[in-house]
T-cell receptor, first 116, second 111 residues
Framework: EPEVTQTPSHQVTQMGQEVILRCVPI?????FYWYRQILGQKVEFLVSFYNNEISEKSEIFDDQFSVERPDGSNFTLKIRSTKLEDSAMYFC??????????????FGEGSWLTVV | GQQLNQSPQSMFIQEGEDVSMNCTSSSIFNTWLWYKQDPGEGPVLLIA?????ELTSNGRLTAQFGITRKDSFLNISASIPSDVGIYFC???????????FGKGTHLIIQP
């Protein structure tokens, strides 16, 4: 069964450093997402991406975050200058259709980011 | 923003028992999704619901999309040890791309 794959599975970084998390969405999917989950809390929406541009972003997705689809298969989340509170599990997700079409969203296994 | 109230927070049951959990909201959703998350892993989709009143089964799992579009429940029949984990409801609506997640129901099965 097709899967969303993410790398790295775990990254430790120093505060202030830049981090890039990578994802390969399911191949025929057109909508891509990043979510995060702080330890012990619920999953929170960060951003959605469609047709090579951001479709929607949450309040969490401030100027230190950016997303990119650098080629036909990868989808990346960049955190420009990490803070301690950015420590979380980051999930990439993808779907065939968008908000209006009976959407089914599939998640990757996550990238655990620890900022020290 | 939209909020989902998921209950119960945790359940301690015996193997073989049936389980029921639910989510409610003050907002209307167009899609309800139920996920299971094991420790250190991503949410795995269990059931997707797209229409008010829809009742869908997936093996021992049954979920319903409430008629008011503001609630959903998930039932697990005859629980087994591998059902242990955290179950999340998630809703999509209001013209938003992002899913709103509940806080999860932690299912613990005692042998």
């Amino acid at each position: 069964e097709p899967e969303v794959t993410q790398t790295p599975s775990h990254q430790v970084t120093q505060m202030g450093q830049e981090v890039i998390l990578r994802c390969v969405p399911i191949s025929n999917h057109l909508y891509f997402y990043w979510y995060r989950q702080i330890l012990g809390q619920k999953v929170e929406f960060l951003v959605s991406f469609y047709n090579n541009e951001i479709s929607e972003k949450s309040e969490i997705f401030d100027d230190q975050f950016s997303v990119e689809r650098p080629d036909g298969s990868n989808f990346t989340l960049k955190i420009r200058s990490t803070k301690l509170e950015d420590s979380a599990m980051y999930f990439c997700a993808s779907s065939v259709s968008g908000r209006w079409s009976g959407n089914t969203i599939y998640f990757g296994e996550g990238s655990w980011l620890t900022v020290v | 923003g939209q909020q989902l109230n998921q209950s119960p927070q945790s359940m301690f049951i015996q193997e073989g028992e049936d389980v029921s959990m639910n989510c409610t909201s003050s907002s209307i959703f167009n899609t309800w999704l139920w996920y299971k998350q094991d420790p250190g892993e991503g949410p795995v989709l269990l059931i997707a619901l797209y229409k008010a009143g829809e009742l869908t089964s997936n093996g021992r799992l049954t979920a319903q999309f409430g008629i008011t579009r503001k609630d959903s429940f998930l039932n697990i029949s005859a629980s087994i040890p591998s059902d242990v984990g955290i179950y999340f409801c998630a809703g999509q609506g209001g013209g938003a791309d992002g899913l709103t997640f509940g806080k999860g129901t932690h299912l613990i099965i005692q042998p």
